[in-house]
């Protein structure tokens, strides 16, 4: 168990709709980081939020957006959804200070039918 | 992030040491060495870190050459459970907060 907890497990929905995936990362950590895994595909970084604020951003589509609240956990939200969307999606958190590791949630799997 | 280069596939018998090479020519001197793993459709999992030491714990030792410009990742006796893709990367010390950059990895089996 890494810590990082993500919900839901597993999510179908249509395309076209609108799905939330929610993160709270490990405790005492401050970034929180997505990341979407397609069937097949590598694990490409979406978007890092630090305290709050955001402090990276990837490969992330303009229908996606992300917020980080004061408790420090975090939603993806993920709009007009395509069948292409269909992926895991991954959270990750880490203190954000030197040294320290990046510990992942055990994914959220997106299916879009 | 200094590029690395890994083997796509490798196999190991279980209860064999599993050694993983990484090359990275190009790391800087302030860079470190991470190894993560992903077990099938599971979150990535922290291994181990080195800068130029050789590292263990209670997962694996990391050997990194003395230029720096490889590694090794062993996995002294390894399990079925060890069967993973693992992940090489490559990153200074002071980016410990911003996003890894996952490649493609060696896809290690772990054979009866």
């Known amino acids: 168990d890494s810590g990082v907890t993500q919900t839901p497990k597993h999510l179908i929905t249509a395309t076209g709709q609108r799905v939330t995936l929610r993160c709270s990362p490990r405790s005492g950590d401050l970034s929180v980081y997505w990341y979407q895994q397609s069937l097949d595909q590598g694990l490409q970084f979406l978007i890092q939020y630090y305290n709050g604020e955001e402090r990276a951003k990837g490969n992330i589509l303009e229908r996606f957006s992300a917020q980080q609240f004061p408790d420090l956990h975090s939603e993806l939200n993920l709009s007009s959804l395509e069948l292409g969307d269909s992926a895991l999606y991954f959270c990750?958190?880490?203190?954000?200070?030197?040294?320290?590791?990046?510990?992942f949630g055990p994914g959220t799997r997106l299916t879009v039918l | 992030d200094a590029k690395t280069t890994q083997p796509p596939s490798m196999d190991c018998a279980e209860g064999r040491a599993a050694n993983l090479p990484c090359n990275h020519s190009?790391?800087?001197?302030?860079?470190?060495v991470y190894w993560y793993r992903q077990i099938h459709s599971q979150g990535p999992q922290y291994i181990i870190h080195?800068?130029?030491n050789n590292e263990t714990n209670e997962m694996a030792s990391l050997i990194i050459t003395e230029d720096r410009k490889s590694s090794t990742l062993i996995l002294p006796h390894a399990t079925l459970r060890d069967t993973a893709v693992y992940y090489c990367?490559?990153?200074?010390?002071?980016?410990?907060?911003?996003?890894?950059?996952f490649g493609k990895g060696t896809s290690l089996l772990v054979t009866p």
């Open positions: 990750a958190s880490s203190v954000g200070g030197q040294g320290s590791s990046t510990f």
């Open positions: 990367i490559v990153r200074a010390r002071g980016d410990s907060g911003y996003a890894l950059n």
């Open positions: 080195g800068l130029k």
């Open positions: 190009t790391i800087s001197g302030n860079e470190y």
